[in-house]
């Protein structure tokens, strides 16, 4: 199927349509077995010329490494970043991108100082969104943390570019407006999280209607087994040790309280069209199996590597072909044991905050996701104990009123409001 030209489908618990009406349809995930013959989307294997929104975190720096192993397939045009002025510099240096955007001002005049000539330095409220809008790169490498990766990456979907996702906040907060958007402007969203890395991988040439099942994996983070009374006394220290990934603050919190695993529900559903009842959590502290598909005969599929996010970063960007890499290889004799055991809601309720905004709909997730990246902060600066962050959250979507999510402005003002309440709330309880 690799050799044939694709017309990539939203994947969905339904019968199979007919395939005259699925002209236009989103580009989302798979070659799918019904396959539609559209000669102006031919696979492209020449060089892809990136945008590495975030290129100081995490996904940025996996990205950059990517790219450096592999120069005759990829070229890095753009890089963006916050406030690690030393780390972009050293990137600048080399990559020579033609342009960044730095969004802290102090930051900013650090790297200009710096690099002189070598690249323009952008700044500004709208130096992201400038970036994502220009038409000399095809791919967006989308790596920033939180609610800010939703407005830049809507841009480059605008312009048409093909959309690699690690921010998975811009489907959890504005999935419904972000999915539509991609299918208007026929934009390929690939993820870069290697648990729908792994979804996207098991799903592939098969049939809509066999899938029955996703399951999720998760490594539990540094406190699986822990009681609700051993979370209260919790540090922000012990909480940034993930016994398996090396990740920024917000997302290593998030996976301790279980939210990420919460808004990677949500993603799922978002990307893959199934039904929150059909998706799935296990815990799997290994991190070797990053998600399985349960198809209509029985049979699951699981897809199976280490934890190196270099691996789902390649996969996304050389999708739909495998290109050959050096990273270090899987030995599962020496692995030895896999296994699994039933997340605990209750002692972590964030996974069963997201399944429950996700059965909500409208603005639900857009306060949810809001409150948890306030909620978060304040932990991390001692002014919320570790069950606060839930117990926050769930105020929060309790309080304010939820509705329906028409345009990206909509999804600010849910964003700003959530924001605002939440602040409130952890002000007023600090004190008392």
């Known amino acids: ?21 699925m002209q ?37 720096r996996n990205t950059l490494e990517v790219a450096r ?28 991108p033609a342009a960044v955007a730095v969004s802290d001002p102090v930051a900013r005049n650090t790297v200009r100082d710096a690099v002189g000539d070598l690249t323009t330095v952008l700044n500004g409220a709208n130096a992201l969104d400038e970036i994502a809008g220009r038409d000399d790169y095809d791919t967006m490498v989308s790596g920033l943390v939180g609610f800010a990766g939703l407005l ?41 999280d290697s648990e729908h890395s792994a979804i996207q991988q098991c799903i592939l040439g098969e049939h809509d209607a066999d899938i029955s099942r996703i399951i999720l994996t998760a490594s539990g983070g540094p406190f699986r087994g822990y009681t609700a009374e051993q979370l209260r006394g ?31 529900v949500i993603e799922a559903h978002w990307l893959f069209g199934v039904d929150p009842d059909a998706i799935d959590v296990v815990v799997h502290p290994q991190s070797i199996i990053h998600s399985m598909v ?44 896999l296994t699994f055991e039933q997340p605990d809601p209750e002692t972590f309720p964030c996974l069963r905050l997201a399944y429950d905004v996700l059965r909500t709909g409208g603005s639900a997730a857009a306060s ?9 902060d304040a932990f991390l600066h001692g002014l919320l104990p570790f069950p606060g962050i839930a117990e926050i959250i769930e105020e929060c979507i309790n309080q304010l009123p939820q509705h329906r999510l028409s345009s990206i402005d909509d999804v ?5 409001d959530a924001r605002n309440w939440t602040k409130n709330r952890i002000a007023k309880t600090a004190s008392q």
Not at 165 to 187: D, M, P, S
Not at 412 to 416: E, G, K, M, N, V
């Open 1 to 21: 199927m690799r050799n044939l030209p694709c017309l990539h489908l939203r994947i969905r618990r339904l019968p199979l349509p007919d395939p005259s009406t």
């Open 24 to 60: 236009g349809r989103i580009s989302v995930l798979r070659i799918p077995s019904m396959l539609v013959i559209l000669p102006s989307l031919q696979m492209n294997r020449s060089k892809k010329i990136l945008a590495v929104f975030g290129s100081t975190g995490s996904i940025g």
């Open 69 to 96: 192993r592999h120069p005759d397939h990829f070229s890095v045009r753009y890089l963006t970043g916050n406030s690690n002025a030393e780390l972009l510099i050293e990137q600048i240096r080399a990559v020579r």
């Open 152 to 192: 830049p990456t809507t841009t480059a979907i605008r312009a048409g570019k093909s959309i690699a996702l690690a921010n998975k906040e811009t489907l959890v907060v504005a999935g419904e407006i972000i999915t539509a958007l991609a299918r208007e402007h026929n934009v390929r969203i690939l993820p870069i």
């Open 234 to 264: 919790v540090t922000p220290a012990q909480a940034l040790k993930h016994p398996n990934w090396s990740m920024g603050n917000k997302i290593t919190i998030d996976s301790a309280t279980m939210m990420n695993k919460g808004l990677e």
């Open 294 to 337: 349960e198809f209509s005969d029985g049979s699951v599929k699981a897809q199976l590597g280490i934890p190196d996010m270099k691996i789902p970063i390649h996969y996304a960007l050389t999708w739909p072909d495998r290109i050959a890499s050096d990273y270090e290889r899987m030995d599962i004799a020496r692995i030895g044991t």
């Open 368 to 376: 949810l996701n809001a409150a948890n990246e306030i909620a978060v």
């Open 412 to 416: 600010l003002d849910a964003d700003r």
